[in-house]
């Protein structure tokens, strides 16, 4: 036995087998997955369906939830709440997967039926919940496969509304950079950029801002976005002497390229462009390798206007863009205040006897 523990071929094959084992669970895990929304589609347009043509009133859902708990007492996933959640799941998306069957659409959004069974159900919960559009929701499941979000990353940037800011911000990368790598560059950025996770008690400036960034790096990192790898704040260079400073400095590995950032709590005025473009044109000669395409850079300010913006960027040959950021601002409030205010469960509590269990 000891012989064949250190036998090196032994242990390769112990490799293979422990590879195969975690590709299986992981391709059993996706189709037990698929299985459980294929099961929970139909049964919503069953549900759905015998709601519009049998007259069992409105307590109809309530009532089944209540019977398939005693005929399967062990059995979880089938209460009141999450019944309902099936017929919503059947109504919002039937329409267009019929559309897409019998050809009706002939360009899909990210062929809705390869991907409608591809994410988590609570996925689908958070997203029938925030979302109206089938449009807007395509666009979340397919960022949750593309990205491997969590329930509550997606839960952040549906609240956010990240489908109304992304690839947003005026910008010269169609005139800058050659495609595909222009069209790669609008996908990085937003318009606005939204920052929830501030606490001030005193009056700030744009250093305290990029501090505060930096400090919840993993959280600043969510909203820019997949592929920034952070390089530094403050980046020092020393161009002619003088020593200069990049507010952010950013590598993306998707574009691979840098990206400077510049921080304005401040409206957009066009001398900031230039700015940047100088910023931008030291960091292709004195950190750029060969490998790596044309440094970007992002503007990022508190107000803009979208037609001087546009006249500022027409003419610069570097690409940039520019966007706005608002800051969400948790609010310090006084000891004696803050007392008095009721905790989350108070609050629960109190609605909970208007509202009734929704179980």
């Not at 897409?100 to 069974?117: H, T």
Request: proline share 3%; aromatic share 12%; net charge negative.
């Amino acid at each position: 036995m000891d012989n064949l523990t250190n036998d090196n071929e032994y242990k390769n094959f112990i490799v293979d087998v422990a590879t195969k084992i975690k590709q299986t669970q992981v391709k059993l895990a996706v189709s037990v997955n698929s299985g459980l929304l294929h099961f929970y589609f139909e049964l919503g347009g069953m549900i759905s369906q015998k709601q519009q043509k049998a007259k069992w009133g409105a307590k109809f859902i309530e009532t089944m939830a209540k019977d398939i708990k005693k005929e399967f007492p062990e059995l979880k996933g089938f209460s009141r709440t999450n019944l309902f959640s099936m017929k919503k799941f059947y109504e919002f998306y039937s329409i267009d997967l019929v559309q897409l069957r019998v050809g009706l659409i002939e360009n899909p959004q990210n062929q809705l039926e390869d991907i409608l069974f591809s994410i988590p159900w609570r996925h689908h919960i958070e997203i029938l919940n925030k979302v109206d559009s089938i449009g807007e929701a395509v666009y979340y499941i397919d960022q949750t496969l593309q990205n491997n979000w969590s329930k509550d990353t997606l839960a952040i940037n549906l609240k956010s509304k990240l489908f109304q800011r992304d690839s947003k911000g005026v910008n010269n990368f169609s005139n800058t950079l050659p495609k595909p790598l222009s069209d790669l560059a609008v996908q990085t950025i937003k318009d606005p950029y939204v920052f929830d996770f501030f606490s001030f008690d005193k009056p700030f400036i744009e250093r305290d801002i990029e501090n505060k960034l930096i400090d919840n790096i993993t959280k600043f990192l969510l909203e820019l976005g997949r592929g920034f790898a952070f390089v530094g704040k403050q980046y020092h260079l020393e161009i002619a002497g003088f020593d200069r400073y990049i507010d952010l400095l950013f590598y993306h590995i998707d574009l691979k390229c840098y990206v400077v950032i510049e921080l304005k709590n401040k409206k957009f005025i066009p001398e900031y462009a230039g700015k940047l473009n100088y910023y931008i044109s030291a960091v292709d000669t004195m950190l750029k390798k060969e490998n790596d395409n044309p440094t970007i850079g992002i503007l990022l300010c508190r107000d803009k206007n979208n037609i001087e913006a546009e006249f500022a960027l027409r003419d610069i040959n570097k690409p940039m863009g520019v966007s706005e950021f608002e800051l969400k601002l948790t609010e310090i409030l006084p000891e004696n205040l803050r007392s008095s205010l009721p905790t989350i469960e108070e609050f629960e509590a109190g609605f909970g006897d208007i509202l009734g269990d929704d179980e």
